[in-house]
């Protein structure tokens, strides 16, 4: 299910769905508890890091320390890091339709390295919990 722009997560994660999708930018991070139970129940975020409506520029770094700021400030208002890490896919914030060929390419390039980055520190997270 995909939340778009700052549309009401706690509405969508009710529904059920096995995956929710919305933009990083947009989270409202009071909805921390209700992500919380979400993942705990075995559901997957799908984290657009990658947002679509400005400029994203040319490097990933930003981008990756948004969503990992993101995880840091839920995981202390009370979601499980490993959980955060280990459900999580990434991909564009919204759609690319209104994208040119080389913007949404670069788009996809960016959710792969930073889908990299997220598989990299999930593991490293099982190791340092003993997972």
């Known amino acids: 299910m995909h939340v778009c722009g700052p549309g009401d997560l706690r509405i969508a994660l009710n529904a059920g769905p096995r995956l929710v999708h919305f933009d990083v930018d947009a989270l409202d991070l009071d909805d921390a508890t209700a992500l919380s ?16 409506h400005r400029p994203v520029g040319e490097h990933v770094a930003p981008l990756w320390k948004a969503l990992l700021d993101t995880w840091c400030e839920l995981t202390r208002r009370g979601c499980d890091p490993a959980l ?3 459900q999580a896919l990434v991909a564009p914030a919204c759609g690319l ?7 949404a390419e670069r788009a996809m390039v960016l959710a792969r390295e930073i889908g990299g980055r997220v598989h990299d520190h999930g593991a490293a997270t099982k190791l340092a919990i003993g997972a």
């Open 97 to 103: 339709a209104g994208h040119g060929v080389s913007q």
């Open 84 to 86: 955060l890490r280990s």
């Open 37 to 52: 139970r979400y993942l705990e129940g075995g559901g997957w975020v799908i984290w657009g890091a990658i947002p679509t």
